[in-house]
């Protein structure tokens, strides 16, 4: 029987934190006996939500990860997360590709639980969600703008690690951070390119396209976590298009944050985008927290007439050819 939903799609650009079902998660805390602040259920979704006409500044949105992350902390948590966000995506939108990405170190309480022990449980988790639906699925690390060099090259080595069983790339995100570079990453990223790892890296969302373009010259991403403001540089959507790196648009998620200035502005820069012939696709970064679904993306994208029904079926292609789950796009 076919899905009710129609096509098959893939989604790119989805953080564990902000997409497990806020029952799941709930049921995840009380059985972990976690202390929450608030006996009440709608009062918990509302802690870990956006609402529908909310506007949020970036880091009072990242501020939401701090319940999703510490609830999710134990290899049981994160197991039962991450089968409940590839087994949901199936299911609610007829997701059959799938990179989910999360930070194994925002998972173990600053070292009080094992780090292998978390990775494993993740694999865990997706492997159970593989055996049971028709989907493609693979695991990101995200390093953290925030942590400190060894902390990041941790994550990557353990990335390349677990290269085999599941975890196909690696990303780079978190709150700003004025000592952060990716300059300094060079080394890091390289080692996990040759290690055959996709790579790919947050930038040009709350910053300038200057980040884009730093991340562009050192860092040789496959693809950009959302990238959108390099639209604001011609050259640099010329040097995108030529290197044929994919930026993975989360349009709901940019609203809300108010990195642009609204649809006309994500608009404008989406008509850039095409001009220059610059790939991308669109994802939701995270459809739970932020109350959407890949879908709901899709039709908010021709119903702005930021792209046509032909040109989202390409968009999709795309997507589906820059993914890291079946190895490297070459
Ligand atoms: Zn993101």
Request: charged share 30%; net charge negative.
């Amino acid at each position: 029987m076919p899905h009710p939903l129609g096509d098959e799609l893939t989604e790119l650009h989805v953080h564990l934190g902000g997409s497990v079902d806020p029952a799941a998660l709930w049921g995840i805390a009380h059985e972990q006996g976690i202390r929450l602040p608030t006996k009440d259920y709608w009062e918990f979704v509302d802690l870990i939500t956006v609402g529908k006409r909310e506007r949020k500044s970036f880091e009072d949105f990242l501020a939401l990860y701090r319940w999703t992350e510490l609830i999710q902390s134990s290899p049981v948590a994160v197991e039962e997360s991450v089968y409940e966000v590839v087994s949901g995506a199936y299911r609610k939108a007829n997701i059959t590709t799938l990179e989910l990405r999360y930070n194994p170190m925002k998972r173990n309480r600053g070292g009080e639980r094992d780090l292998d022990r978390i990775i494993v449980a993740s694999i865990r988790g997706l492997e159970r969600a593989l055996l049971e639906y028709p989907v493609t699925a693979g695991l990101i690390f995200s390093c953290d703008r925030t942590f400190s060099y060894a902390q990041n090259e941790i994550l990557i080595d353990k990335a390349i690690a677990y290269r085999d069983r599941g975890v196909v790339g690696v990303d780079m995100a978190g709150p700003a951070n004025p000592d952060f570079h990716y300059k300094d990453y060079a080394p890091l990223y390289r080692k996990a390119r040759k290690a055959g790892l996709g790579v790919t890296i947050h930038a040009g969302e709350d910053e300038g396209w200057q980040s884009v373009e730093e991340v562009v010259e050192y860092l040789e991403p496959d693809r950009i976590g959302h990238g959108i403001h390099a639209a604001e540089n011609a050259s640099l959507c010329k040097r995108l298009a030529e290197r044929g790196i994919l930026l993975e648009i989360c349009p709901s998620s940019n609203l809300h944050t108010q990195v642009v200035k609204g649809p006309d502005e994500l608009g404008e820069f989406i008509a850039a985008f095409k001009r220059h012939k610059v790939r991308f696709s669109f994802n939701t970064d995270g459809p739970e927290m932020l109350q959407t679904t890949l879908r709901e993306e899709l039709k908010l994208a021709v119903r702005s007439d930021w792209v046509t029904k032909e040109e989202l079926v390409q968009r999709g292609e795309w997507a589906k050819a820059a993914s890291f789950v079946h190895g490297r796009p070459s």
